[in-house]
């Protein structure tokens, strides 16, 4: 424990050959981890790079109260867990999209068009949004995180989160109904 308080001084420090001892040590070990949760080798290089990669950027505010062992451990688990819930929300919205492009092959070709335009409107919409509200609603609606999780990955306030998302859902609710009393 006392070498680990050490070697993150000398990593807070900016010791290069002491980063790079503890990458050269850990980086197999922690892919074995990481694969072993996420099922997939590539991506557990990719987890473990970009933690070594945030390590060495962020090491001058490196808080570290557990040993150096500890931390890195559970920092890769955490962020293949993370891949593994981001990739099941990926895959529950490719087989939603799937299953309704589907039906909209099975509707009259009157309502494929109807869609297609509905399609366009929402995307044009979205198009006009504020960047920030944009992110917003996709986090919310693509990616099914809560408005909690947002404000904090956002740094910004749950209450910023709501407001962005009722103007989001307005101006979307707006150009829909605009949509539809023109058919």
Same mark, same amino acid.
């Given at each position: 424990?006392?070498?680990?308080?050490?070697?993150?001084?000398?990593?807070?420090?900016?010791?290069?050959?002491?980063?790079?001892?503890?990458?050269?040590?850990?980086?197999?070990?922690?892919?074995?981890?990481?694969?072993?949760?996420?099922?997939?080798?590539?991506?557990?290089?990719?987890?473990?790079?970009?933690?070594?990669?945030?390590?060495?950027?962020?090491?001058?505010?490196?808080?570290?109260?557990?040993?150096?062992?500890?931390?890195?451990?559970?920092?890769?688990?955490?962020?293949?867990?993370?891949?593994?819930?981001?990739?099941?929300?990926?895959?529950?919205?490719?087989?939603?999209?799937? %299953?309704?492009?589907?039906?909209?092959?099975?509707? $009259?070709?009157?309502? !494929?068009?109807?869609? +297609? #335009?509905? &399609?366009?409107?929402?995307?044009?919409?979205?198009?006009?949004?504020?960047?920030?509200?944009?992110?917003?609603?996709?986090?919310?609606?693509?990616?099914?995180?809560?408005?909690?999780?947002?404000?904090?990955?956002?740094?910004? %306030?749950?209450?910023?989160?709501?407001?962005?998302? $009722?103007?989001?859902? !307005?101006?979307?609710? +707006? #150009?829909? &109904?605009?949509?539809?009393?023109?058919?």
């Amino acid at each position: 424990m006392l070498n680990d308080f050490f070697v993150v001084r000398k990593i807070k420090e900016g010791d290069i050959k002491v980063f790079e001892q503890v990458f050269r040590r850990y980086y197999s070990p922690l892919c074995l981890y990481a694969a072993g949760i996420t099922g997939r080798t590539d991506i557990a290089e990719e987890i473990i790079q970009d933690l070594f990669y945030v390590l060495w950027r962020d090491r001058e505010s490196l808080q570290i109260f557990t040993s150096l062992n500890g931390y890195l451990y559970g920092a890769v688990r955490n962020r293949s867990l993370q891949y593994c819930e981001h990739r099941g929300v990926r895959d529950r919205h490719k087989d939603k999209t799937f %299953s309704e492009s589907v039906e909209i092959s099975d509707s $009259t070709p009157e309502e !494929q068009l109807e869609y +297609k #335009e509905l &399609e366009e409107l929402i995307n044009k919409t979205l198009g006009k949004m504020p960047e920030r509200r944009l992110r917003i609603f996709r986090m919310q609606r693509f990616e099914g995180k809560k408005y909690a999780e947002i404000a904090t990955i956002l740094s910004i %306030s749950i209450k910023t989160v709501e407001a962005e998302m $009722t103007k989001a859902l !307005q101006s979307l609710r +707006k #150009e829909i &109904e605009n949509y539809t009393q023109i058919l």
